[in-house]
């Protein structure tokens, strides 16, 4: 309908509001991150053990890497499983 408004808030701000956002974004980026590792994994024709070694790290280190709900994972971490696969990993603050 042309001239509708929206009514309330926006799902950020019901998030924000409930003190849930930054988690939330915490685990959007992080299955991500593990979503194209493990794409980049399987254009490489890579098994988790051999990613492991490529990356010079234990197959628990890259299981809590590929795992979504585990945003405890390290910036060297990732780093390292970017290298592995010949990405680069980058960050930027907007």
Do not use: C, W, Y
């Not at 799902?11 to 493990?38: H, R, T």
């Not at 254009?43 to 795992?67: C, H, I, P, V, Y």
């Amino acid at each position: 309908m042309v001239g509708k408004k929206n009514i309330g808030s926006s799902f950020d701000d019901f998030l924000a509001e409930d003190g849930l956002l930054e988690g939330a974004e915490e685990q959007a980026i992080k299955e991500i991150l593990a979503d194209q590792v493990q794409a980049a994994m399987q254009s490489e024709g890579l098994n988790k053990a051999a990613m492991a070694r490529r990356m010079k790290t234990s197959r628990q280190a890259l299981d809590r890497l590929l795992d979504p709900t585990n945003t405890s994972v390290t910036l060297h971490t990732m780093q390292r499983a970017a290298a592995a696969v010949g990405r680069k990993l980058t960050l930027e603050l907007r």
